[in-house]
């Protein structure tokens, strides 16, 4: 593997286990596809260093086991303080 890669693969897996960081995380701060971190992390990684590779798994494990809540929180932030027409329609106390 070449030098430049293998330095940028152990960068990818120093940086997710200090921050617990997800894939997409990781990838937009180290400037790289997610697909990119998500093959150094499963695949190049193993090669490199077993250990790391280890410890890496398992905070991807606990990431991905969250992301379902994560989408759902996303959802309710974003949602968040908007009423619905009816809602709207209530307070206003208009009735169909």
Same mark, same amino acid.
């Given at each position: ?16 286990? #200090?921050?617990? @960081?997800? $894939?997409? &995380?990781?990838? !937009?701060? =180290?400037? $790289?596809?997610?697909?990119? $971190?998500?093959? &150094? =992390? ?8 077993? /250990?790391?590779?280890?410890? $890496? /798994?398992?905070?991807? &494990?606990?990431?991905? @086991?969250? #992301?379902?809540?994560? /989408? /759902? =929180? @996303? ?12 809602? !709207? ?6 009735? &169909?």
């Amino acid at each position: 593997m070449r030098c430049d890669i293998s330095l940028r693969v152990e960068e990818e897996a120093r940086y997710i286990l #200090r921050t617990g @960081a997800t $894939v997409r &995380d990781c990838a !937009k701060h =180290m400037g $790289v596809s997610k697909t990119t $971190v998500h093959k &150094d =992390m499963r695949v190049r990684l193993k090669t490199l260093s077993r /250990g790391l590779f280890e410890e $890496v /798994g398992e905070v991807m &494990d606990k990431n991905r @086991a969250e #992301r379902h809540l994560r /989408g /759902g =929180m @996303a959802t309710r932030e974003k949602y968040k303080g908007q009423k619905s027409e009816v809602q !709207k329609a209530n307070a206003l106390g208009i009735r &169909d």
